[in-house]
């Protein structure tokens, strides 16, 4: 298996803002390495986002487009893209840029087909975290040795001949010596997804970007990938891609959920 991976930019119509990707070609298909970030349609109409439960449960009841990020976190937008319902998916105006288009089931099925149903060569390589923390030390005493300020410097024949009369011949004393409060900064490295077996060796980098339900909730970030085909599965739902330690498999759902989009060229 032979992965190209080429660098590109488009500009999105109406927004004037211009967007760099890469792509990477994975047998006859060209993909998207990176989840779909944008909040306007190709024609730069805008997609409402829904920041709120009950404005995503609102769209997804009218059938009206929107988006969010996991957890209405931007920082999860910046690792993993914006989710988006089934209706943003569809609209005439176009999720994807231009010479893209979300893929149907049969071109994920391509691609699943080509790379293997166990899916490690889809996923991204193991992430990680930085978790820091702080360990409060100190606040105690200790004992501490301290030598005569007289004696200490005497040879042995001096301190035979001569005893000290400040320390009676101890050499020093043992004080408490209080160890002030302090703070230790601590950094651990979390791996994120616990058996996430990604090798990436096809460039496909799929992440574990978990989805939100029609309800507003959301579920499995680090432990499963949902991507949207453009494939309906009767009036009310529409089939997807699910990548997880389980391997990779397909299923349909109500278009009311939140899911990633990976774009295929045209």
Same mark, same amino acid.
């Given at each position: 298996?032979k992965?190209?991976?080429t660098l590109f930019l *488009?500009?999105? @119509?109406g927004?004037g803002?211009? @967007?760099?990707s890469q792509?990477?070609?994975?047998?006859t298909q060209?993909?998207?390495?990176?989840?779909l %970030?944008?909040?306007?349609?190709?024609?730069?109409?805008s997609?409402? &986002?829904a920041?709120?439960? +009950?404005?995503?449960k609102?769209a997804?009841?009218?059938g &009206?487009?929107?988006?969010c990020?996991?957890? !209405? %976190?931007?920082? !999860? /937008?910046?690792?993993?893209?914006k989710?988006y319902?089934?209706? +943003?998916v569809?609209d005439p105006? /176009?999720l +994807?840029p231009k010479d893209y288009?979300?893929?149907?089931? +049969?071109?994920?099925?391509?691609?699943?087909?080509f790379?293997g149903?166990?899916?490690?060569?889809?996923k991204s390589?193991?992430i990680?975290e930085t978790k820091i923390?702080?360990?409060e030390?100190g606040?105690?005493y200790e004992?501490?040795?301290?030598p005569?300020? !007289?004696?200490?410097?005497?040879t042995e024949? &001096?301190?035979a001949?001569?005893?000290c009369?400040?320390?009676?011949n &101890?050499?020093?004393k043992?004080i408490k010596k209080y160890?002030?409060?302090t703070k230790r900064?601590?950094? $651990?490295? @979390?791996? @994120?997804?616990g058996?996430?077996?990604?090798? !990436?060796?096809? /460039?496909?980098s799929?992440l574990?970007g978990?989805f939100? $339900?029609?309800s507003g909730a959301?579920?499995?970030?680090?432990?499963h990938?949902?991507?949207w085909?453009?494939?309906?599965e009767?009036?009310? *739902?529409?089939r997807f891609? $699910?990548?997880s330690?389980?391997?990779?498999?397909?299923n349909?759902?109500?278009? %009311?959920r /939140?899911?990633?989009?990976?774009?295929?060229? %045209?």
């Amino acid at each position: 298996m032979k992965a190209t991976l080429t660098l590109f930019l *488009f500009v999105l @119509i109406g927004t004037g803002s211009t @967007i760099f990707s890469q792509t990477v070609t994975i047998g006859t298909q060209v993909w998207m390495t990176k989840n779909l %970030d944008v909040s306007t349609f190709r024609n730069g109409d805008s997609i409402p &986002q829904a920041k709120t439960d +009950a404005e995503w449960k609102r769209a997804g009841e009218e059938g &009206q487009p929107a988006w969010c990020y996991y957890d !209405n %976190d931007p920082k !999860n /937008g910046a690792k993993c893209g914006k989710l988006y319902n089934w209706y +943003a998916v569809n609209d005439p105006r /176009g999720l +994807a840029p231009k010479d893209y288009h979300v893929p149907t089931d +049969a071109e994920w099925t391509i691609l699943t087909d080509f790379l293997g149903s166990d899916g490690t060569k889809m996923k991204s390589m193991p992430i990680y975290e930085t978790k820091i923390s702080y360990v409060e030390e100190g606040g105690y005493y200790e004992p501490e040795w301290v030598p005569c300020n !007289n004696c200490s410097y005497w040879t042995e024949k &001096q301190k035979a001949n001569n005893p000290c009369t400040v320390c009676r011949n &101890q050499e020093g004393k043992t004080i408490k010596k209080y160890i002030p409060k302090t703070k230790r900064k601590v950094e $651990d490295k @979390i791996k @994120i997804g616990g058996y996430w077996n990604g090798t !990436n060796e096809s /460039g496909f980098s799929g992440l574990p970007g978990g989805f939100r $339900d029609g309800s507003g909730a959301f579920y499995l970030i680090g432990e499963h990938g949902y991507w949207w085909s453009s494939t309906e599965e009767g009036r009310d *739902f529409a089939r997807f891609r $699910d990548l997880s330690n389980s391997g990779v498999r397909w299923n349909y759902t109500g278009k %009311d959920r /939140g899911f990633s989009v990976r774009c295929l060229r %045209d």
